[in-house]
């Protein structure tokens, strides 16, 4: 496995810096809830990952449409100020912007464009919550805003997630009616990034 040679100076630098910018452009790690730890798309396995990470926010400055943040003190200490993917704040457009997060990264934690696919993580649907479900409602807007046709309706109009197609994105928690605790949500495809 490859591993992130930095004198421990300097890493504390880095984190220093990635600190006084967090501050500085208003990114400083919220609690977060019950929300899965998500990782930027193209990210390496959760433990490389966190191990070359710097905390330098690049990849956070870099997003476009806003929906990556330093993690809070929720998932450990070990893991504060690394960047999360949060559908709550915005969907994420990995194929329009290019991972521009993945450009932005120094140190190569999340992986450059290539010819691999992407899944973030995904969606799963709390049948207690979804009105379609559990108050038998008219809603499908989740159906609706998916681009990857990850989310056919029953016989009934409630959802249903195919997970082979689904990429993590998160359009369809952002825009779930029962925002802000979403009926639909994206989990990490692997079980340790909770
Ligand atoms: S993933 Fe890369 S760009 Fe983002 S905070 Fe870590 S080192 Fe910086
Ligand atoms: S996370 Fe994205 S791809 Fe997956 S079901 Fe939701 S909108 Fe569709
Ligand atoms: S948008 Fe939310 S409440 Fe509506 S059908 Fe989809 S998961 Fe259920």
Known sequence: ?????????????????????AITYGLWPRDSGASPLLRPPGAQDEEDFVSRCLRCQECV???????LEPAGREFGAGKIWTPRFNPSLAKCEFELCGRACARACPVGAIRRPGDEEVRIGTASVD????????????????YERCSYGAIEPDSRGRPRVKSKRCTGCG?????????????????PIKGDRS
């Open 1 to 21: 496995m490859w591993k992130l040679r930095l004198a421990r100076r300097e890493f504390l630098a880095w984190s220093l810096a990635g600190a006084a910018t």
């Open 61 to 67: 400055r870099a997003c476009m449409t806003g929906c």
């Open 127 to 142: 049948r207690k919550k979804c009105i379609a479900w559990n108050e038998g409602k008219d809603c499908l807007v989740c």
């Open 171 to 187: 359009a369809c928690q952002n825009t779930c009616v029962t925002c802000p605790d979403p009926a639909i949500v994206v989990y």
